[in-house]
């Protein structure tokens, strides 16, 4: 914890922030401390310019993740914007996300170098518990138990290498991923 103290981290709240308000922010802040990282959680909060309010928002994203592309390479400093999900992927029952489940905007997967998802198997099967007693509850359970602490990073996209499905531990009370090849997660899997 004292090595975190020690890390320069600036935290900007500000709520519906246009591209142009944060890269005069990050520029200013290179130029003043140094900048080796900015995060932004998450795109659909930003604005587009003023001038162009008028716009819808699929412009506006379009707008947005231009800027971001823009300011990562005159700043020289990767930037991980997050970003909603459609809703579309509730509606299927494969519910692992694609880049077309990426919200509000072609853009975002068309900016990036790379996108990344999370999925666990285990948050939708928890909402599908059927009755205790019967033999779908038993399917149900083993499904569970195998899914347990387990999450998909899927690497949807990455300009300059390649594309798949890494899985990994799950730490859900501390929201931490971890390798499922260390030694106490092979043994739990085990028992």
Do not use: C
Request: glycine share 6%; no cysteine.
């Amino acid at each position: 914890s004292q090595t975190m103290q020690k890390i320069p981290l600036f935290i900007d709240q500000t709520g519906g922030i246009s591209i142009a308000q944060l890269s005069a922010r990050a520029r200013r802040l290179k130029r003043q401390r140094g900048l080796d990282l900015i995060v932004i959680d998450y795109i659909q909060l930003m604005q587009g310019s003023s001038a162009k309010s008028s716009q819808n928002r699929v412009q506006e994203i379009t707008e947005i993740t231009t800027g971001l592309k823009a300011l990562a390479k005159e700043l020289t400093v990767p930037i991980i914007a997050l970003s909603q999900l459609s809703r579309q992927v509730e509606s299927r029952d494969d519910k692992r996300p694609q880049l077309s489940d990426l919200r509000e905007s072609g853009s975002i997967e068309q900016d990036a170098d790379v996108v990344i998802f999370v999925y666990r198997e285990e948050y939708y099967l928890k909402n599908r518990e059927p009755k205790l007693g019967t033999e779908e509850y038993v399917k149900w359970e083993n499904e569970m138990n195998e899914m347990r602490g387990k999450a998909e990073v899927i690497v949807a996209k990455q300009r300059h290498g390649p594309t798949g499905t890494v899985t990994l531990a799950f730490h859900g009370e501390f929201t931490r991923f971890s390798d499922l090849a260390e030694e106490h997660h092979i043994a739990e899997r085990f028992e």
